[in-house]
């Protein structure tokens, strides 16, 4: 997340975007001194959805990647099939048994216990 920041951009001459900004951004505070002949001033891409970007299907319910990240948590010394096997007792397990690398999904997962992100999911 970009969140309260205060930016002083100089001068910005013939480029074709002046700031690009992917995910959540917010209260953002940008000064220019100048802009000329540039195509756009911002692009913002709002992202990918989070099912996205594990590689679950987009109906993944959220509490199931919830409860599976409280899982993970506690997991942190476990191989990657071990970790697999305890999603099977889960409801996240129904969303990836379609999916096309279980592993890869757990590992993004594992990751994602890391993250600030997690503990943003994990708020209800």
């Known amino acids: 997340m970009f969140k309260n ?9 013939d480029c074709g975007t002046v700031v690009k900004a992917s995910g959540e951004i917010e209260g953002n505070e940008f000064t220019f001194r100048t802009v000329q002949n540039c195509n756009e001033v911002f692009a913002i891409d709002e992202g990918r959805s989070i099912q996205q970007q594990l590689g679950l299907p987009p109906e993944t319910d959220i509490e199931s990647i919830r409860e599976a990240i409280a899982v993970l948590k506690g997991q942190k010394d476990k191989s990657i099939p071990e970790k697999q096997e305890s999603m099977k007792e889960l409801s996240i397990w129904s969303y990836l048994e379609r999916s096309d690398n ?10 994602l216990c890391n993250s600030p992100l997690a503990s943003r999911l994990l708020l209800p």
């Open 5 to 13: 920041n205060k930016i002083n951009i100089g001068s910005v001459i």
């Open 102 to 111: 279980i592993a890869n999904i757990i590992i993004k997962l594992t990751d």
